[in-house]
């Protein structure tokens, strides 16, 4: 496992030792840095149009209204409100409770107006955000699988890692304030209008559509009347988590509530504290009555707070009324069709493209010089000659690096999945399948094909002396063999008996149409974004201050009695390059590999091979399974690229050269691409005969037999 280590310039590093993660460094955080920078720079027009409602209707709403009008009007409107959503006795409720919150301590009147202000604008612009998503996420099934992943993202991730960006771009304050609660308290309204639009009977959205009723009128008059109480309990949930946030808020510079406790605690303030505490909770119990559900009022606010957070993941365990019929499950006793002699020399073909692949690895891909790994460690340039006469396999830091190791697993899996169905035909795990078998032939090849049409240093004329690596046999065989395993895959696929465990929808998959186009927009915005940021002095003596340098440096020879002021030049000038200059290398600048191009052009393909694959062409289901596959492996191809380049630099890198937000792009628009395809794929299992496996066998022979009823 010697491989792992940076290299042969460096001391070897066992990979068990915990050392060597010294050596290794995901810049994740400079990636979010560059991107928050660029951001802040280019499209502060855009982030004034994203907060304009939000400060306008804090200042609107809660400045200029709540906090300015008499108090009495407020308790009024709220009681009246309580009123007419629940009935007297809660509107009796919370008359009381606001008067109590008022009579607290001084100025807490104005606390209690500004936090009911902050709440109610995080709640409003919730709904209004929320409520249509949740509509369209349960009526397109493509747009729930997109939005569940982020919701999931906004509960697992705290509040206290994305509530940075907000203060970066938007200042301290109630607007980032508001900004942040919104993310933690969004998703459950999303996921219960969801499941209350997809839990209303599809008998009678049916029986509707039949006598003649528009979409419109079947949603407006049909589904969200029905999905009302999930919808409801959605709208409670999000006003508890909003709630719960007011102690962030607070610490962003946030008004009301949140202030006084988080002052309370800086002053080690017991009265304060406890004022402060019991007006936040009498606050929350009137907000909480008011939008509760009537059957679930018995429940008091830290039981319905703590049921709040035990669901925040399944906010569906909420609702009580929720379909309980019974799930038949049966036993199957059918079996799995077998290998059939079609399939037979394409599964070979694949086969011996993947051993291809696999030997590739082991041989040489580049020599007296590192390709890849050049660009960080300049010393893998030979400026030197320290390689010169060396040779490095796919494995070796300066060979194919990680683009040698991707190409090797890609390869292995490739060989993987045609043993593993040949052995054990539709038992296999379900990866080893035809489907697998594309998507890893065609990601071998566009990483080996990636790595041969990068631009090496010397050709880029970043660094004079470099030397050329040149293209070793390794990586031809490489590209050799991810194209014959493409080839016989795509051929075994076209023979397999596979067939979906679902009917595919019919008409356009918009939602994986969607996730394409967004696929290939982030990796044009990463074609022209940093792949590379090297701070290294070296790299930002422009030819201009060289000039200087060697001027300054024939004068001291000139003049030995100076040599010491000059020399005091020379320093100052690179100190000053040092701070000013950072050589940043997009993914099209001939200043460096141009693997951002390579990436574009592969999704580019990877949007016509999905037209076919979402059924624009026709809704054919054999067709869709494996256009996707060959969609998928141009995806994973993609994220292969950045991957590769990425820990490559991870690898043997200078602690002044990272990789790029541009390489983190293409790696979000390579897994895009592929998880575009996955309501499709994962659909897909070896077809099942009924009856003798022998009959099925013998009815693909073209000789005859008897046939089995294949499913």
Not at 23 to 45: M, T, Y
Request: aromatic share 10%.
């Amino acid at each position: 496992m010697s491989f792992l280590a940076q290299g042969a310039a460096e001391e070897s590093i066992p990979f068990w030792d915990s050392a060597l993660l010294d050596q290794w460094r995901i810049p994740f955080g400079d990636w979010i840095e560059q991107g928050l920078k660029w951001i802040a720079v280019n499209l502060e027009v855009l982030l004034d149009i994203f907060a304009w409602p939000f400060d306008f209707l804090i200042r609107r709403l809660v400045r200029d209204f709540l906090t300015e009008i008499p108090w009495i009007w407020v308790v009024l409107a709220m009681m009246l409100i309580a009123w007419l959503a629940r009935n007297l006795k809660v509107a009796a409720f919370v008359a009381v409770s606001l008067a109590v919150c008022g009579l607290m301590e001084d100025d807490y009147w104005g606390a209690t107006a500004e936090t009911l202000g902050f709440i109610g604008v995080a709640v409003l612009l919730c709904v209004v955000i929320g409520i249509p998503i949740g509509i369209a996420c349960g009526r397109v099934d493509g747009i729930w699988r997109k939005t569940r992943p982020i919701l999931d993202a906004m509960q697992v991730v705290h509040s206290f890692v994305y509530m940075l960006p907000f203060i970066w771009f938007f200042g301290l304050g109630e607007v980032s304030a508001t900004m942040v609660t919104m993310v933690y308290a969004l998703p459950p309204l999303i996921r219960l209008t969801n499941l209350g639009i997809r839990q209303v009977p599809p008998d009678v959205v049916e029986a509707s559509r039949a006598y003649g009723a528009s979409e419109s009128r079947v949603l407006f008059d049909v589904q969200i009347p029905l999905a009302r109480p999930a919808i409801m309990t959605g709208i409670n949930q999000t006003l508890l988590l909003a709630i719960s946030m007011l102690g962030i808020a607070g610490l962003m510079g946030a008004g009301g509530y949140g202030r006084l406790l988080y002052r309370a605690i800086n002053n080690q303030d017991v009265g304060l504290g406890a004022s402060g505490g019991l007006a936040f909770f009498l606050l929350a119990v009137v907000l909480d009555r008011i939008s509760q559900r009537e059957e679930v009022g018995e429940r008091h606010l830290l039981q319905r707070i703590g049921l709040a957070w035990k669901h925040r993941r399944d906010p569906d365990m909420l609702i009580t009324d929720r379909d309980a019929s019974a799930v038949v499950r049966y036993q199957e006793t059918e079996t799995h069709a077998p290998i059939t002699a079609g399939e037979r020399l394409p599964m070979g073909l694949a086969l011996l493209g993947g051993a291809a692949a696999i030997v590739s690895a082991f041989l040489p891909w580049t020599s007296n010089a590192g390709k890849m790994s050049a660009w960080s460690r300049w010393a893998d340039a030979s400026l030197n000659g320290e390689l010169e006469g060396r040779v490095f396999n796919g494995l070796e830091a300066s060979g194919g690096s990680w683009f040698g190791i991707t190409v090797l697993a890609l390869g292995s899996f490739v060989v993987l999945a045609v043993a593993g169905c040949a052995a054990r035909p539709g038992r296999a795990p379900r990866w080893l399948a035809p489907d697998g078998a594309v998507i890893a032939a065609f990601a071998a090849l566009i990483v080996a094909a990636s790595h041969f049409l990068a631009k090496p240093m010397s050709a880029a004329g970043v660094a004079a002396g470099a030397v050329d690596p040149g293209r070793g046999i390794g990586v031809y065989l490489a590209m050799a063999g991810g194209a014959t395993a493409a080839i016989g895959a795509v051929l075994w696929i076209r023979a397999a008996e596979h067939r979906p465990l679902h009917p595919l929808p019919s008409g356009i998959g918009w939602g994986s149409m969607i996730g394409l186009g967004a696929a290939v927009l982030i990796l044009f915005i990463g074609l022209f974004s940093g792949w590379g940021f090297d701070e290294r002095q070296e790299a930002i003596i422009t030819p201009e201050l060289q000039a200087q340098f060697d001027e300054l440096e024939q004068q001291s020879i000139d003049n030995p009695d100076r040599r010491a002021a000059i020399a005091a030049d020379m320093l100052s000038l690179r100190a000053q390059a040092a701070q000013t200059g950072t050589l940043v290398t997009d993914g099209l600048s001939s200043q460096g590999p141009q693997l951002g191009l390579w990436a574009l052009l592969a999704g580019l393909a990877a949007l016509l091979t999905g037209l076919p694959a979402v059924g624009v062409f026709g809704g054919d289901e054999q067709r869709r399974w494996r256009w996707s596959a060959a969609t998928a492996g141009i995806g994973s191809g993609v994220a292969g690229i950045a991957l590769a380049w990425i820990f490559t630099h991870v690898r043997s890198g200078h602690p002044k050269y990272t990789s790029g937000i541009g390489s983190f792009l293409a790696l979000i628009g390579g897994m895009l691409i592929l998880a575009s395809t996955m309501a499709v794929l994962k659909e897909y299992r070896r077809a099942k005969v009924y009856g003798n496996p022998r009959d099925a066998a013998a009815a693909n022979d073209p000789g005859g037999g008897t046939a089995g009823k294949s499913a």
